[in-house]
């Protein structure tokens, strides 16, 4: 188990290093003055284009630039947004917003998105299965902002059963609708893979032996066959993340919830490129440690993977 | 005992006249011989969401092609703000934007732009995918090292976070080429991830052994050999890929850093109606169920080459 550990974290450096190159590649080794084109059309005040050129360190050569940008990332610099806090000022008070939002979707998406999958699987063909399947498929399809509008105008405007926008502070109960509409992407994943994954185990000699030995039902499905399905839904926890951290983004702006997504949101909607790219940066360090720790939880789960080479 | 048996045998074997060879030669040499395409066809052929799914998209690529035989009105030279959020006129069956644009008229003109975004970033995808997962799964070693790593860096930037960057950079240059490259940059591992398995898989076939003992050399086993049969995953997911593509090119329009809003596009057009939610919500509901209806035939399309092409599947349907 420690060798993985190790060996995952080796393979991590050079992920990490690559994936903020890449950025800062993207942004500042561009032709012409990379931080005129992170504004667009809009014209920035002298003093905010020196700081941003002292900050991005733009008079040196460009790998001497990118150093001192890793750099300061390790010492929790960050950048500082358009308004003049530091990034990591806002990261965080907005974090723990996101952090609850994320949550409660997880949350959602796992317990139902689970339990309908089992119940399909178990009952492959009958009504409630091709009906799961249908609205699974219907639900991948819909963009987001398309599931957030179309929830917001039926839940928020017409029935009136929530606030369309989330009021200060953030309240739990506000953040319900929000919630629901950044867990219905990966549900509908969430079902369908449950349900080929217990479909696949049913099947398994280990569920004919349990049966044959006498065992209920009400023992079989929750211990045999329950447990060994989740596998793959873990792991696809990692993958979710991802979707998870877009979804919110969107989610947040449309829902006005004062969290991470929402300030990038409104950098990305105003055009302020070097608060973007600073919470892009965060967001994709977030990422790869998520990913990190999901790999190891796997290998925790399933022993193949701990011993495989 | 049977007469047939000599002294010193044991066990009872089956004269050749019992069982002759032909009899058995026969059950394979009836039929056309089939293969894995083959039986795909035929197992598709007989599902309604293939055919419903392939309608569909036969409608999207005629309206992205000829948006003229569907609509009269042209997309931006009518629109009169006395319009604004009207609702359906004679001759405008789908009522009118904020800016009493003709609905209907911009759903239409909207469909190449989406599609061909669809399109462009499928076959980036499908390119680079290609080109990293063959080599890395069939050369292996440190090219292998090298090739999966990258593509690490790559799948490590969720695409549509990757793509919000480069369109922040080049937002001065934004149009349906820009978008797809910034799309497609980032979205080609999860390609590259599944064809180099399927070809460690197929690498070690007795096929390919044959080829190499016949002396065909290592590029041309990989070209001729390895990859025909190592393709069919990479179709599935490149099916989904053009869906998401879609959604992506939409998402960023949405966020206002996709096309200019001088482009016909549903996601523009979403965005554009999102303050209006609820006084005239039909004017963002209408190209989110376009929107919405592409993906879907593009999504259900790839379900049943999945379902066709991976017996595994089969069985679980």
């Known amino acids: ?309 | 005992m049977p007469s047939n048996t000599r002294p010193d045998q044991q066990h009872y074997v089956a004269p050749l006249e019992e069982t002759p060879l032909v009899a058995i030669d026969k059950v394979k040499a009836e039929g056309k011989p089939t293969n894995l395409w083959t039986d795909a066809w035929a197992d598709v052929r007989g599902r309604p969401m293939f055919w419903i799914s392939s309608v569909l998209i036969v409608l999207v690529v005629v309206v992205a092609l000829f948006p003229g035989l569907f609509t009269q009105v042209p997309p931006n030279n009518d629109c009169q703000l006395s319009n604004s959020n009207g609702g359906p006129a004679a001759g405008h069956p789908l009522g009118f934007t904020k800016q009493g644009c003709d609905i209907y008229s911009r759903i239409i003109h909207g469909t190449s732009t989406s599609l061909s975004v669809g399109i462009i970033v499928t076959v980036l995808v499908f390119v680079l995918g290609i080109a990293f997962g063959a080599f890395a799964g069939f050369y292996g070693g440190w090219i292998d090292s090298v090739l999966s790593r990258l593509g690490d860096i790559f799948f490590s930037i969720p695409y549509i976070l990757a793509a919000v960057v480069i369109m922040s950079v080049f937002s001065q240059y934004a149009n349906v080429w820009v978008i797809s490259l910034a799309i497609g940059i980032f979205a080609w591992p999860a390609t590259a991830r599944v064809l180099r398995a399927e070809i460690l898989r197929v690498k070690n076939a007795d096929f390919v052994m044959a080829a190499t003992a016949l002396g065909v050399s290592r590029f041309r086993i990989l070209l001729r050999h390895v990859l025909p049969n190592s393709i069919a995953p990479v179709i599935v997911i490149t099916t989904i890929s053009l869906a998401s593509a879609i959604v992506a090119e939409a998402t960023l329009s949405f966020l206002g850093v996709g096309l200019p809003s001088s482009t016909m596009s549903w996601g523009n057009d979403i965005s554009a109606a999102q303050t209006d939610l609820r006084t005239a919500p039909q004017v963002l509901i209408l190209p989110s169920i376009a929107l919405s209806v592409t993906v879907l035939s593009f999504i259900m399309l790839g379900e049943v080459v999945r379902d066709a092409l991976d017996p595994k599947a089969r069985a679980r349907r």
Do not use: C
């Open chain 1, 1 to 309: 188990m420690a060798g993985y550990i190790a060996r995952r974290l080796l393979q991590a450096i050079p992920v990490l290093l690559g994936t903020t190159f890449l950025i800062y590649f993207m942004v500042f080794a561009m032709p012409g003055d990379p931080i005129v084109a992170l504004f667009g059309d809009k014209t920035p005040p002298p003093h905010v284009l020196e700081q941003l050129r002292e900050r991005y360190h733009l008079d040196q050569p460009f790998i001497v630039q990118y150093l001192l940008f890793l750099g300061g990332i390790f010492r929790g610099d960050l950048g500082t947004s358009f308004s003049g806090q530091p990034v990591s000022e806002i990261l965080l008070t907005t974090f723990p917003v996101t952090l609850r939002l994320a949550l409660m979707a997880v949350v959602i998406e796992m317990v139902a998105g689970i339990s309908i999958g089992l119940v399909s699987g178990l009952r492959k063909g009958g009504i409630f299965d091709a009906s799961a399947l249908v609205v699974s498929l219907i639900l991948i399809s819909l963009p987001i902002f398309v599931v957030a509008f179309v929830a917001q105008f039926i839940f928020g405007i017409q029935l009136g059963w929530f606030r369309t926008t989330v009021g200060p502070g953030a309240p739990t109960q506000d953040l319900i609708l929000p919630a629901i509409v950044l867990a219905s992407i990966s549900f509908a994943q969430i079902v369908r893979l449950t349900r080929s994954s217990v479909l696949e185990t049913e099947g398994q000699d280990f569920v004919r032996t349990a049966a044959s030995k006498g065992l209920s039902r009400g023992r079989i499905v929750p211990v045999h066959i329950l447990r060994n399905s989740l596998i793959p839904v873990v792991t696809y926890l990692a993958v979710d993340f991802g979707v998870l951290m877009v979804g919110a983004t969107v989610t947040e702006g449309i829902f006005n919830v004062p969290g991470v997504g929402r300030t990038l949101y409104q950098a990305i909607i105003r055009g302020e490129g070097p608060t973007v790219v600073s919470f892009v940066t965060v967001m994709v360090l977030i990422y790869l440690v998520v990913n990190l720790l999901v790999d190891l939880l796997y290998a925790v789960l399933d022993p193949r993977i701990r011993y495989a080479k």
